[in-house]
C-alpha cells in the first residue's frame, strides 16, 4: 500500500507564496500522472493542476499563471508553487496519484490547509 505524504501548507497574506510538496511512502512508486486538488468548505472538491509522467500539464483556469506543478525525476514527488495567493485559494488540498492500467488507480493524500487572509 502507498501512502501519500503532504506538507507545506499553512496560513499567508494575500499576494504572498507557498510551496506544497507530496512524497510517495514507497521510493520505487511512480505513477503515471500525479496532481493536486484543493476543497474549500461548502465546495466540491476541484482539480488544481496535474503532470504527467511524460511532462504534460494542466491547471485550473483560477490558478493559470500563478501555480506550478512540478515533480522529481524518479516520478514519485509533486510539487506545487504558489504564487500570488489570493483569499479565494483557501481550502483543503489534496494530492492525488494515478496508476494506469486496465483502470486507473487513484491514490490520495491526507490533505494539507491553505489559508490565505486578505
Known amino acids: 500500500q502507498v501512502q501519500l505524504v503532504e506538507s507545506g501548507g499553512g496560513l499567508v497574506q494575500a499576494g504572498g507564496s507557498l510551496r506544497l510538496s507530496c512524497a510517495a511512502s514507497?521510493?520505487?512508486?511512480?505513477?503515471?500522472?500525479m496532481g493536486w486538488y484543493r476543497q474549500a468548505p461548502g465546495k466540491q472538491r476541484e482539480l488544481v493542476a496535474r503532470?504527467?509522467?511524460?511532462?504534460?500539464?494542466n491547471y485550473a483556469d483560477s490558478v493559470k499563471g500563478r501555480f506550478t506543478i512540478s515533480r522529481d525525476n524518479a516520478g514519485n514527488t509533486v510539487y506545487l508553487q504558489m504564487d500570488s495567493l489570493k483569499p479565494e485559494d483557501t481550502a483543503v488540498y489534496y494530492c492525488?496519484?494515478?496508476?494506469?492500467?486496465?483502470?486507473?488507480?487513484?491514490?490520495w493524500g491526507q490533505g494539507t490547509q491553505v489559508t490565505v487572509s486578505s
Open positions: 514507497r521510493s520505487t512508486f511512480s505513477a503515471n500522472a
Open positions: 492525488n496519484a494515478e496508476m494506469w492500467g486496465s483502470y486507473t488507480r487513484n491514490y
Open positions: 503532470i504527467t509522467s511524460a511532462g504534460n500539464t
